[in-house]
Structure formats: structure tokens, C-alpha cells
């Protein structure tokens, strides 16, 4: 290792310090050369302006006090269109001070109006506490804010507070759940709070995607009704971080038309960013003997280890608290053989810390006594860590816009500064680390949220209609006739001439769980202590807590003990083993009738709807290191999914002449709907686990070879609607991911899966790069456009058991 020096010792020129920190760790872990790819990105200069004249002088002079001299452009720009009365979302990069452009106008307003109300809605509780801060600080210092009484309503708010919030704080900062569980289901209770509501603040607004943005876009629905009801027309002011269609995710979010704030003023430094490929180890082999990358985690804690030796504050994201504590560990034992005095500058940070403890963490790190710290995401939201060196990213996080959360907290000073993503054994990480346009150039992905989906709208219509009676109208701009018609069906609402009812003795707030799956909830315990962990819909619970399963909550480690699904109920006791566990399932998929289809010759490609069977039939318990351990049988039962699938198929004749006779068909296919499930998230906000997918030589309905990626909740997510809508970049990508993996016959890297219930057999990497070439020759021909194809509707067939992902 490098001798020890003090930060920033002889680089006068801050533009370079990110890659003279790249250049020290690089020759820290010569002669490996694991670097795919590194840039210098420029500083960015502030842009400012003047103050709108429409804010409170007392406004004003707080914010004064807490050094912000003048607003950067897209502070004022939104809080412009907030006070004007048009709902807006300000998408810029992360420290570039979103809270300022909802402070202007919620604060000017608050003060002018002595009975106006704001409500504050956050993902995690850790953000909203922060928020919460900041804006008691702001209040404090004026006398004439004092009496806005800013007060958290959350799960850990007391009773007592509670009560005392819901009569005197005229700013209430909470979550969507409580929105949904507490706040609308008792709005009697809040009527004068909801009667001068003024703005409604919904920040890191791009974290809401999949079921879990659905639910809280028809959650934000319903608080627009009761608003409404009450004489109330609040304002949406949204904060998100960088991404595609701000406005119209906004807008989708929301159900009102958002304008977009885009234009980023905040400053920030120079970065240098690198890409890194872990190494394939020579003496560790996967499943079927294939090769096994060098874990992203132990490289990530070797590249911390060599900054701390620079002096450059470092904090380095991995997925799991274990795997936090792991990396801190890791990079100790490599200071201790340097300076033992530089291993007690490193620690781990996780969830769950009380407030003065992360206080006391942001300190240390600011003034440097902590040179290092590994963290799960619980830093990526809600702690003001500024002044970073380096950030290190242990796999990546699954959206473009969670890499920059975390990569942006380097250098917020305007400093220069280091960002390394080190890529896991995943198909979109090999993607991404050869691919540096995808990551650093592209537009950060859009939200994906389909509020319309059955499965989702009939639970929360329920709620809607017990909270107040749905209008014809409204079920008519819902689109919501057939959902509540099959609910009246069932008993659960009634239609009278002033509209839908729910009937005596429904309950349905408390069966919705927002965060969690559709249906049928299990709750996760604990056994020692009977707390509950969290929930997972029934679908889904035999592949994620099925006896002997690992599974990981906010960073802590458990073991399943017990699985009851009559019960609805997993037992779990806390643990560190030193393996992982991933499912294997059996999956059968059966084609409904096609959304939209096209035909290109020999080629077609659809969105359909589909019903997929699941049986997980055992495990695998992985080392640290990747190697197989053992496998573990299962008898679990059988699960029935209706969802949406995207798929195409291809004639044996088309295959034959791009060189994949019959015999490889089955591996050829099974590979390269591996690979596309992997790289799915590219262009879907969604993780690998949203999504599942089959392949099959001659599937009854279609009776062609054929490829499925579906969605893994009831109705869809809309994960499958953005894969057919971006079919071609989607495999392309694929294609790319394998060709670009220097495995000979497949790895976990490109076309392997950890969910296969085939054990990963047959898979043929070289026949999946002609299958993916073939699609995408054929949907990207200009001499052969593609034919629109007539809704079609398949015959109820019995498909054979295929291998699940």
C-alpha cells in the first residue's frame, strides 16, 4: 500500500484529486487492471438569482441566517409555479437543495395565513426526520413562523403526539402509509386540517414505482378527494431526483397535470468516475463448475482500505447490513498491516441508529476523525453527509437514479472527488461496466407505476368508498366499472342512486399493505421477540421465506425457522450464516390472449396476458464467495399468478439458419431469457425480483420457440409494458451483456440465474447471442417493418413444467 498522506497534501488543482485518488488505489492492487472504464466529469459553477419578491422577508432572513445567501435557479423556478398554484416537481441531482423550492412557498404561506396547513410525505422515516429538522431550525428562529408547530405523525410519533399533532401542528410530516392507514381512514378526525390544506409536499417522489407507487398514487387520489370534499384544492410540489418524464411521472403520481423544473443550478465539483470488474477467481467454481467473479464487496473494502490509507473520506454503499459490517471489517484488517491508528478511523453505519448517533456519525465524517464508513442505502436518503472524497459502490443499486444518490454525495463541497461502481456477478452490472454510456450518459430512467391495475384499484377502492361514497363519475374517470362490479359480486360494495358503498362490516384499510405484494399478505416474525419484520404477499412467499431461507431486513440477517401459509405467518431468529439462499422453482405459463402483437415475417413479438404457475422445489445455500454449498429439496404448493407478459417467438427454420439447430434450441432460448431478465431494470425501474420469465423449444399455445418475461405481481406492475415498449434497446442490451462477459460457456455474470429451477442446464451462451441477434436484426430491419396483429385469444392448453427464474 501507499504511505499514509494527509488529504489533498501537494494537489493544489481540485479538478485532478479524483484521479489521483483513482491512480493510488489502482497501484494499491497492482498488477490487476479491474478498471473497465474511468472519466472526468467537470465542475458545475451556481447559478443564483434574486429572491421573488412574493416570499415573507421573515422567510427570508431564516433562511439567511442558515448561510443560503440567495436561491440557485431551480429553487426559485419551482417555488415560482408552487405559489402561482401549479402543482410542479423540480427533478435535479441529489445536494442540489430541492427542499428550499417547497420551503418558499409552504413557509410565505403558513406565516400569511394563521389556519393554513402543509402536509410533508417522505419514503423513509430517516428522510422525513431530517426534513423535519431543518424546517423546526427555520421556524425557531422567527417569530412569526412560531406558531406552525412542525410535527412528525409516523409509526414511532407516541399517542400523546399524536393527538397534540392532529390539534395544533399546522405542518405534519409523515409517509404514505400513514396517510393511507391513519390520516384518511379517520378524516373526520383531521377535517380542519384537510379544510385549509395549501400544499401537499411528496419528496424523493421517483422512489415510488412498481405496486408501491401504484398504491400511492391512488392513495394521493383519495387525499385529493377528501380535500376536496372538505373545500381544500391543495398544491403538489414534488422533489425527485434526476429522471425521464419528470412531469409525467409527477402527473401520473399525482392524478393532475405536474410542470417540470429540470434545470439544475446547485454547484458541485469535478468527479472522476470509474467502472470496475472484479476479477474471475482461478480456485472458485458456481453451479455446473462455472466461473465465479471475486465478490463486489470484498473489492469494494480493498478500494476503501487504500483511500483511507490517502486520507480521503470514503463511503462505500453495499446491499445488506451484514455485508456493511463485512466490508468494515475487511478494510480494518487491511489498514491494521499499514497503521493500526488508521482502522479505528473506519466503522459501519446501518439502519436503526438514533438520531444523535447519525448526528454524531455526519460529524465524524465531517471533520474527519471517520475516515470510512460501508453503509446500506440507509445513508442514500435522509443524512447530510457533505464534503465526501469518495463514494464506492458495492453492485449496482438498480436504478441509474439510486447510483447517482449515492455517487452525488462526493464532492458536495464543489471539491474534486472519486466515484467506483464495482460491478457484482449480475448480467447488468457486466452491462454497465462496458457499456459507461448506459450508466453516466443516458437519461435516468422514468417510474413505472400502473395505478390501473385491478389487483391494486379494487383494494383501494374500497377504501376510497368507505372514507366517502364513490360518484358514477368518478368510477367513470377511473375506468373502475368492471373492479367494482366484480366487488359488489363478491358483497363488499353496493351501487345506490348516490353512487358505491361499502357494505356493513368491511374493513379494508387495514388489509392493504402499500409497500408489500397484492392479496394475501404473510407476516415475517421474529420468534424470540414476536416482533414483526415485514410482510410478503402469499404468491410470492415460498421462494423468499421458505424454511432455511436467509432473509435480510433493513440490513439485519434472519433465518426462516417456520413457513405457515394457512396462517399467514413466517417465524424467523436472527443469525449470521456465512451462506446465501436463493429458491429454485418449476414454473408453467399459459397465454390468455395478446394486448399487442406485431409480426416481423418469422419473428413476432407481443404483450400479452398470461397465467403462470409457480412450485419452488428446493435451494441452494451459496459461500460468501459464490461456490455452491448444497441443495435442499422442498415440497411447496402450487401458486397461480395472472399477469402480464412480454414475448416473442421465433420459426425453428429462422434458427436453423442463424446457426442454432434444434439440439440447442432449449439452451439457446433458456440463456437468453436469462440474460434479458437481468437486464430488464436497464430500461424498467424495477429489481430482477419484480420480474420472472420461461422459455421453451415448443410452447402449446404458440406452438413456435418461444421467450416470456412477465411480471412477478397479480395484473402487472407495468415492468413487461416498458420491456415491449423498448424491446429493441432492451435486447440489444442483453445481447451485448453476454457477448461482453469473458466467461467461455456461461457464468453468473451473464447467463446464469440464482433462481433457476432447472439448476441452470441446459444454457448455450453462443447459441443466446444468435437467438437475441436474430430478434433484433428482425424488429430493427427497415425493409421489413412490423404488421400490427389482431387481439387474439389463446385455447386453455397444459403446459409442461419449465425451468423458473
Known amino acids: 500500500m501507499t504511505p499514509p498522506i494527509s488529504p489533498r497534501a501537494g494537489n493544489p488543482d481540485s479538478s485532478t484529486y479524483g484521479r489521483i485518488l483513482l491512480n493510488s488505489v489502482l497501484s494499491g492492487v497492482s498488477p490487476e487492471d479491474p478498471v473497465t472504464f474511468a472519466v472526468d466529469r467537470p465542475a458545475q459553477q451556481a447559478h443564483t438569482t434574486e429572491w421573488p419578491q412574493w416570499v415573507s422577508g421573515n422567510v427570508v432572513r431564516a433562511l439567511q441566517e442558515q448561510g443560503i445567501a440567495k436561491p440557485w435557479i431551480h429553487q426559485a423556478q419551482a417555488a415560482d409555479l408552487a405559489h402561482s398554484g401549479t402543482h410542479v416537481v423540480v427533478s435535479t441531482g441529489t445536494a442540489s437543495g430541492k427542499s428550499l423550492a417547497y420551503q418558499l412557498p ?27 429538522r431543518a424546517v423546526t431550525t427555520l421556524t425557531d428562529t422567527q417569530p412569526t413562523l412560531t406558531d406552525i408547530h412542525p410535527c412528525a405523525f409516523d409509526g414511532d410519533t407516541s399517542t400523546e403526539i399524536r393527538h397534540w399533532a392532529r390539534e395544533n401542528s399546522r405542518w405534519i410530516f409523515t409517509n404514505p402509509d400513514m396517510l393511507h392507514i391513519s390520516m384518511l381512514r379517520t378524516h373526520g378526525r383531521w377535517a380542519h386540517f384537510l379544510r385549509h390544506l395549501k400544499y401537499v409536499v411528496v419528496d424523493e417522489c421517483h422512489s415510488y414505482r412498481g405496486v408501491f407507487g401504484s398504491n400511492v398514487a391512488l392513495v394521493l387520489r383519495r387525499l ?212 459507461p454510456e448506459a450508466l453516466l450518459d443516458k437519461p435516468v430512467e422514468a417510474t413505472v407505476t400502473d395505478p390501473s391495475n385491478p389487483y391494486v384499484l379494487g383494494p383501494q377502492l374500497l377504501c376510497a368508498a368507505m372514507e366517502l361514497p364513490l360518484s358514477d363519475s368518478e368510477v367513470a374517470e377511473l375506468g373502475a366499472q368492471q373492479v367494482l362490479t366484480e366487488l359488489a359480486a363478491d358483497g363488499l360494495v353496493r351501487h345506490r342512486a348516490h353512487g358505491w358503498f361499502v357494505t356493513a362490516g368491511t374493513h379494508p384499510h387495514s388489509a392493504v399493505d402499500i409497500r408489500g405484494g397484492i392479496g394475501m399478505q404473510v407476516a415475517i416474525v421474529e420468534t424470540e421477540s414476536g416482533r414483526m419484520l415485514g410482510t410478503v404477499d402469499a404468491g410470492k412467499a415460498p421462494a423468499t421465506v421458505h424454511p ?112 442454432v439447430e434444434y439440439s440447442r434450441v432449449p439452451g439457446a432460448l433458456h440463456a437468453a431469457e436469462h440474460a434479458a431478465i437481468g437486464l430488464l431494470p436497464l430500461v424498467a425501474m424495477c429489481d430482477r425480483g419484480d420480474i420472472g420469465g420461461v422459455s421453451t423449444a415448443l410452447h402449446p399455445n404458440t406452438l413456435l420457440p418461444t421467450v416470456f418475461v412477465y411480471d412477478g405481481h397479480p395484473g402487472g406492475a407495468g ?75 389463446y385455447p386453455k392448453t397444459t403446459t409442461p413444467p419449465e425451468p423458473g427464474r
Open 719 to 793: 415492468f413487461a409494458d416498458r420491456g415491449y415498449a423498448r424491446l429493441r434497446q432492451w435486447l440489444t442490451a442483453t445481447r451485448d451483456a453476454i457477448m461482453f462477459c469473458v466467461c467461455e460457456f456461461g457464468c453468473p455474470s451473464c447467463v446464469y440465474s440464482p433462481k433457476c429451477g432447472n439448476g441452470n442446464d441446459p444454457l448455450d451462451k453462443k447459441g443466446a447471442i444468435a437467438v437475441l441477434a436474430t430478434v433484433i436484426d428482425a424488429i430493427t430491419r427497415p425493409d421489413q417493418p412490423g404488421q400490427s396483429q389482431p387481439h387474439h385469444e
Open 224 to 435: 385529493r378527494r377528501l380535500a376536496a370534499r372538505y373545500g381544500a384544492e391543495p398544491v403538489f410540489v414534488l422533489a425527485s431526483a434526476t429522471t425521464s418524464g419528470p412531469a409525467e411521472a409527477a402527473s401520473r403520481l399525482i392524478g393532475a397535470p405536474c410542470s417540470e423544473v429540470t434545470t439544475d443550478g446547485s454547484p458541485h465539483g469535478p468527479r472522476t468516475v470509474a467502472l470496475w470488474e472484479p476479477p474471475l477467481m482461478e480456485d472458485v467454481t458456481g453451479e455446473n463448475g462455472s466461473p465465479v467473479r471475486r465478490p463486489a464487496g470484498t473489492d469494494a473494502a480493498r478500494i476503501m482500505s487504500e483511500l483511507v490509507v490517502e486520507g480521503a473520506r470514503t463511503l462505500t454503499f453495499v446491499r445488506s447490513r451484514r455485508g456493511a459490517e463485512l466490508a468494515a471489517l475487511a478494510t480494518k484488517r487491511h489498514l491494521t498491516d499499514v497503521d493500526p491508528a488508521l482502522a479505528e478511523r473506519v466503522s459501519p453505519y446501518r439502519a436503526g441508529y438514533l438520531a444523535e448517533d447519525r448526528r454524531e456519525l455526519e460529524a465524524a465524517l465531517a471533520d474527519g476523525r471517520l475516515l470510512g464508513v460501508a453503509t446500506t442505502n440507509a445513508l442514500e436518503l435522509g443524512v447530510d453527509i457533505a464534503g465526501l472524497d469518495a463514494v464506492v459502490v458495492a453492485g449496482f443499486p438498480g436504478t441509474v437514479a439510486s447510483f447517482w444518490q449515492q455517487g452525488g454525495r462526493s464532492g458536495r463541497r464543489g471539491e474534486g472527488s472519486l466515484v467506483v461502481l464495482v460491478a457484482r456477478d449480475d448480467p447488468l452490472d457486466t452491462y454497465l461496466v462496458h457499456n
Open 548 to 659: 432455511g431461507a436467509v432473509h435480510i431486513h433493513q440490513g439485519d440477517t434472519f433465518v426462516v425457522d417456520e413457513l405457515d401459509l394457512e396462517q399467514g405467518l413466517a417465524l424467523v431468529h436472527a443469525d449470521n450464516p456465512e451462506w446465501t439462499t436463493s429458491a429454485r422453482e418449476t414454473t408453467e405459463i399459459a397465454v390468455h390472449d395478446t394486448i399487442e402483437r406485431e409480426l416481423f415475417d418469422e419473428v413476432e413479438v407481443a404483450l400479452a396476458h398470461v397465467e403462470v404457475t409457480h412450485q419452488v422445489v428446493g435451494y441452494l445455500r451459496r459461500g460468501t464467495s459464490g461456490e455452491v454449498l448444497d441443495y435442499t429439496e422442498l415440497d411447496m404448493p402450487r401458486h397461480t399468478l395472472p399477469t402480464r407478459a412480454v414475448m416473442y417467438t421465433i420459426t425453428p427454420e429462422l434458427l436453423d439458419r442463424a446457426g
Open 106 to 132: 409552504v413557509l410565505t404561506a403558513l406565516e400569511a395565513d394563521s389556519t393554513a396547513t402543509t402536509l410533508y410525505l417522505s419514503p423513509t422515516k430517516a428522510l422525513g426526520a431530517d426534513q423535519l
